[in-house]
């Protein structure tokens, strides 16, 4: 219960994005594998992963656990493979690999942001949703000045990040594109509203269009 990550390993716990082992333990040291990373995010989202299209990855056989969850992900494009007919499953999940698969996932976008003052970012794949991540306070570097970004991630530090997402997420205001009688909606509808009194972000899912605003 004193542990670092015991809140938001408990709120996925109660949630079942996350489950422990037999044993009664969480294990949160422990490192996560590709595939263990798609089958907590599938379910962070609530995904529907029946009736999915088959994969193109050779090492993800239709008999896996998290076959069902791999391709509900990257059907709707939130991850990729290691290349264009592997996904390496059971390797472990980076830093880096992390940070792409949840701004993807989660919608987790704004109009601004800050550069995160991590030298081992720069010009890698990941440096946008890096920095996203930084400027949103949902992630911090393992240093003042290195995220880490090759570093394995870990089961309860996967847990922090999601539950980061969902303090974030929460403390927008989400308003529909319908609510305005609109087909679409974004920042730029708000554009009467003072300069700098918002952050917005806006996301298209389900024919509709939402927008995210936070005062700030």
């Keep these: 219960s004193n542990y670092f990550f015991a809140d938001a390993i408990n ?19 422990d490192t996560l594998t590709r595939e263990q990373a798609a089958i907590i995010i599938a379910r962070a989202l609530d995904l529907n992963i029946e009736e999915q299209n088959d994969l193109v990855f050779k090492d993800v056989p239709s008999t896996m656990f998290g ?11 939130i991850i990729n493979g290691i290349s264009e007919t592997e996904f390496k499953p059971y390797d472990i999940v980076t830093r880096g690999q992390m940070a792409k698969m949840l701004v993807n996932g989660f919608n987790i976008n704004t109009e601004k942001y800050e550069t995160a003052p991590f030298n081992d970012i ?25 995220f880490g970004f090759n570093e394995k991630v870990t089961r309860g530090q996967i847990a922090q990040f999601i539950y980061n997402i969902e303090k974030y997420h929460a403390s927008f205001y989400k308003i529909s594109a319908v609510d305005f009688n609109y087909d679409f909606i974004y920042g730029e509808s708000f554009d009467h509203l003072h ?11 389900d024919n509709d269009t939402y927008l995210y605003l936070k005062p700030v």
Excluded at 195 to 205: C, I, L, Q, T
């Design 11 to 29: 709120y996925l716990a109660e949630k079942k994005v996350i489950t422990g082992y037999e044993d009664g333990t969480f294990r949160p040291n």
């Design 67 to 77: 076959y069902k969850h791999i391709a509900a992900l990257y059907n709707v494009g």
């Design 122 to 146: 720069k010009n890698s794949y990941a440096e946008n949703e890096i920095n996203i991540l930084y400027h949103a306070g949902i992630t911090k570097g393992i240093s003042p000045t290195e």
């Design 195 to 205: 300069e700098g009194a918002v952050e917005f972000v806006s996301y298209y899912e």
